[in-house]
């Protein structure tokens, strides 16, 4: 009897890896029930490298700059260390937050909020004790700064911006010459972003080829 559960429990474990590499593979059924989650190869696809934080940073009339985040009351953390504006990372309701956070403080009239996007190596976020004793060099973090939207003081956002990663991203593309040369021999379609009045530099994506002389 302890064969036959064995060898059951093996053909078992072994046909629910092919049914996962199968649908994985051909991109079948991969979100048709939750459960394929546990069995398809893509669980941590997407996780970076970097860390991040979104930092609510207003602009008065006078050209003083006012830190919004966190709030004089205190600021919501709904999961581990993370603000709510920390898990915004498209800048939905950033200016939402912002526009709020203006309406019960008492301030001078303010022009515009920044959100601007704090980044750096995840592998800094051990403790010091931890990285001495898997890293010979100091423990020396270089956080990196983007300005991620601009909004107005009623909570109107008035233009986006890529991520800190999605820019470097795009800067490596640009500054290999076998990319740009691949770009404009190739016939597959590239896909580009347009910006548009409400959407400032954030658009629906455009399928367009490079010219021959494109730079």
């Known amino acids: 009897m302890k064969k036959w559960l064995a060898t059951a ?49 207003a602009e008065g009339e006078s050209g003083d700059f ?22 915004d990372a498209h800048n939905m309701f950033t200016g939402k ?13 303010m022009l515009r909020i920044l959100v601007v996007e704090k980044s750096w190596p995840k592998k800094f976020n051990v403790p010091d004790n931890v990285w001495a004793q898997n890293y010979a060099e100091p423990k020396d973090v270089h956080f990196y700064y983007r300005v991620r939207a601009e909004v107005t003081p009623d909570g109107t956002t008035t233009g986006v911006r890529n991520s800190w990663l999605e820019s470097q991203v795009a800067r490596v593309m640009t500054d290999n010459p076998r990319l740009r040369q691949d770009a404009r021999s190739n016939d ?10 409400n959407q400032g530099n954030s658009s629906p994506a455009l399928p367009f080829k490079l010219s021959p002389n494109a730079q």
Do not use: K
């Open 97 to 109: 937050i912002a526009a709020n956070i203006l309406r019960h403080t008492s301030h001078e009239e």
């Open 66 to 87: 006012y830190r919004l985040t966190p709030a004089p009351w205190g600021d919501f953390v709904p999961f581990a260390t993370g603000s709510r504006q920390d898990y």
């Open 188 to 197: 597959s379609p590239y896909i580009v972003t347009r910006p548009t009045p």
């Open 9 to 57: 429990f093996i053909c078992c474990y072994l046909g629910t890896l092919t049914v996962g590499f199968l649908a994985h593979t051909f991109t079948f059924g991969v979100g048709s029930h939750p459960a394929m989650y546990f069995i398809v190869w893509d669980m941590f696809c997407g996780w970076s490298a970097h860390s991040s934080e979104m930092h609510l940073i």
